[in-house]
Nanobody, 124 residues
């Protein structure tokens, strides 16, 4: 079992930045590939960013590429999502997720554990 707790969300103006954190506890954090998803009101949960199963490659949704950066600190059992140049379309609840497999990183069903989410609101 892995417990994931997100933090760092909030209200920010368009063009601003936020850094989300996801603290993991339970089983060995380094054994899991991590990802971030988001869900806007009335929409499906969508992929944002993720690490490959080997941890040496990062993937991003086209909508955030060049603006968001995923990183992790295994010593702190934490994964981060640095979000720059935010726009109102980035408003959503952001979730981190962990998978114990080499499945498709952009699919929600590949992930075994989820956090409770943190709200990000970008005002225009």
């Amino acid at each position: 079992q892995v417990q994931l707790v997100e933090s760092g969300g909030g209200l920010v103006q368009a063009g601003g930045s936020l850094r989300l954190s996801c603290a993991a506890s339970g089983r060995t954090f380094s054994n899991y590939a991590m990802g971030w998803f988001r869900q806007a009101p009335g929409k499906e949960r969508e992929f944002v960013a993720a690490f490959s199963w080997t941890g040496d490659v990062t993937y991003y949704a086209n909508s955030v590429k060049g603006r968001f950066t995923i990183s992790r600190d295994n010593a702190k059992n934490t994964v981060y999502l640095q979000m720059n140049s935010l726009n109102p379309e980035d408003t959503a609840v952001y979730y981190c997720a962990a998978r114990r497999n080499s499945g498709r990183y952009a699919l929600k069903t590949s992930y075994d554990y989820w956090g409770q989410g943190t709200q990000v609101i970008v005002s225009s």
